[in-house]
């Protein structure tokens, strides 16, 4: 199988040791996929220390649109870039849905990562009531078309996430996320697109066994080790 992209988010989940823990574990594990681990804010310097010189990458959750300076509360890009971090995830339907995230903004944050030389994770994906109403298509498109206006398709990776399927235990089908995903790619050129939405130990063989998946995006089960061990050892 070709190589794929997995990414641990682990979200708020994790204090500092425990994500230092399960860094160790994942540290040991041979795998030709493309591992990438999104700690918290506070957990990315002792998460890096921990993985030493393992080829294991480190993306952020998020960051701020500008270059550093007076934004009291945020985090600057090139901060994160002197700790190691190589990604960062933009556009998370969590940030949408609670902090008010917009993708005008994430078109910013996306055209700063790319300047400063951080590759963003663009997360897209249609809610629940956008699905039932046949509007998947299409939604994702105008997510798209906002985030990606004037960005380069290159250095750049795309996570189709259902809203609905995040954190729920119900996640799409392989063979319908393989659609959309096709749908996503005449839109975005080379950048790979990942799936992203209740993947574990169980399901994930057959998100990644389709064309149009290049890898995961992980959140609850990315920090149990059993389970994200099973996922990252093919
Ligand atoms: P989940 O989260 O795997 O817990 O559904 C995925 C994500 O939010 O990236």
Not at 19 to 28: C, G
Not at 69 to 86: I, M, N, P, Q, R
Not at 154 to 181: D, F, H, S
Not at 185 to 207: C, E, I, M, R, T
Request: net charge positive; charged share 25%.
């Amino acid at each position: 199988m070709k190589k794929k992209i997995i990414i641990a988010n682990w979200k708020m989940y994790l204090d500092a040791k425990a994500a230092v823990v399960l860094a160790k574990k994942i540290r040991t594990v041979k795998s030709k996929n493309t591992i990438i681990i999104a700690p918290s804010f506070t957990d990315i310097a002792p998460v890096k220390k921990a993985l030493g010189k393992s080829k294991i990458a480190i993306s952020s959750q998020d960051m701020a649109p500008t270059d550093c300076g007076a934004y009291t509360g945020s985090v600057c890009g090139k901060d994160l870039k002197e700790l190691g971090v190589k990604y960062v995830i933009l556009g998370h339907s969590e940030r949408r849905k609670y902090f008010g995230e917009t993708y005008e903004m994430v078109n910013k944050k996306i055209k700063h990562a790319q300047k400063i030389g951080l590759i963003p994770i663009l997360c897209v994906g249609e809610r629940d009531i956008e699905k039932r109403a046949g509007k998947t298509l299409p939604v994702v498109a105008s997510q798209l078309k906002t985030a990606l206006r004037g960005v380069s398709a290159q250095k750049l990776i795309i996570a189709y996430e259902p809203v609905w399927a995040i954190g729920t235990g119900n996640p799409e089908n392989p063979e319908n996320a393989n659609m959309v995903q096709g749908e996503i790619k005449k839109q975005v050129g080379n950048a790979p697109v990942l799936y992203g939405g209740s993947v574990d130990a169980k399901n994930f063989a057959g998100f990644l066994a389709q064309k149009n998946i290049d890898g995961l995006l992980v959140g609850g089960a990315s920090t149990k080790w059993e389970e994200f061990k099973k996922i990252i050892s093919n």
